[in-house]
């Protein structure tokens, strides 16, 4: 679905605008990322600038390690513990 979503908006120049919870998904097909906690905007930017431990971490609470996916090149989130 997301590829299909991810081509629509490159081939058409649409925008699209998801709603996810999976930070992995997120960043593997999405060209900008916008981070809510409480209603409250937390981070905003690439999928770079926005995935980062710390922040990460201050969110959701949780120890987690960004790495780069070696196939998208994109941040990808892995818990700790």
């Not at 709603?19 to 981070?35: C, E, G, K």
């Amino acid at each position: 679905m997301f590829r299909i979503i991810k081509r629509l908006n490159t081939e058409s120049g649409l925008t699209v605008l998801s709603v996810s919870h999976d930070l992995n998904l997120a960043a593997a097909y999405s060209d900008r990322i916008a981070m809510m906690v409480g209603g409250t905007l937390a981070g905003l930017g690439t999928p770079a600038e926005v995935l980062t431990d710390a922040r990460i971490h201050e969110v959701f609470r949780t120890p987690v390690i960004v790495d780069t996916h070696p196939v998208h090149g994109t941040p990808r989130v892995s818990l700790l513990g």
